[in-house]
T-cell receptor
């Protein structure tokens, strides 16, 4: 049971570099999302998708880009890395509650730990 | 002000004790409530999922929702060292996005 798979697990970048965090799920879930987790802040939603070809912004979208060409994959792109983007990034997926609802329990990957120097 | 408030702890209890965790919230439209467990360097793992007010029990875990007080709780009976983790509450209305608490760190000492 693979569930939600995130790669890489760790990454160090220099300010200004770009990179893509990968996320794949094998549960045929319609809904996928990206969160960042910072100490004392809990999980904050960056971007989400209710199906292939459909994405939208969450609470903290600035500096990040997403696309969803297949049901299985939902990559997160950092366009020009900044130290403020140092965080742990989690991808999650779930069944949709219908009509784009996101009230179903989400399944998380084990995260990508990203440091920006 | 955050929509979901959760004491960060740490909460330290002896093995076998009852662990009591709670979250308060301000949005009266929330009706789906969840508790996640997160071990160090791992992703959150769903423990309990409840809809609206009431109690739900699953093994050693009991989740309570009191919508009138905007307060949810998670109780862990007969706690074990393996229960040492961070516990996150999360909630949403029908259409919105999940709002998470900051998480409470629990330490169960043998």
């Amino acid at each position: 049971n693979a569930g939600v798979t995130q790669t890489p697990k760790f990454q160090v970048l220099k300010t200004g570099q770009s990179m893509t965090l990968q996320c794949a799920q094998d549960m045929n879930h319609e809904y996928m999302s990206w969160y960042r987790q910072d100490p004392g802040m809990g999980l904050r939603l960056i971007h989400y998708s209710v199906g292939a070809g459909i994405t939208d912004q969450g609470e903290v979208p600035n500096g990040y880009n997403v696309s969803r060409s297949t049901t299985e994959d939902f990559p997160l792109r950092l366009l020009s890395a900044a130290p403020s983007q140092t965080s742990v990034y989690f991808c999650a997926s779930s069944y949709s509650g219908g009509q784009g609802r996101s009230n179903q329990p989400q399944h998380f990957g084990d995260g990508t730990r990203l440091s920006i120097l | 002000q955050k929509e979901v408030e959760q004491d960060p702890g740490p909460l330290s209890v002896p093995e076998g004790a009852i662990v009591s965790l709670n979250c308060t919230y301000s949005n009266s439209a929330f009706q789906y409530f969840m508790w996640y467990r997160q071990y160090s360097r791992k992703g959150p793992e769903l423990l309990m999922y409840t809809y609206s007010s009431g109690n739900k029990e699953d093994g050693r875990f009991t989740a309570q929702v009191d919508k009138s007080s905007k307060y949810i709780s998670l109780f862990i009976r007969d706690s074990q060292p393996s229960d040492s983790a961070t516990y996150l509450c999360a909630m949403t209305d029908s259409w919105g996005k999940l709002q998470f608490g900051a998480g409470t760190q629990v330490v169960v000492t043998p």
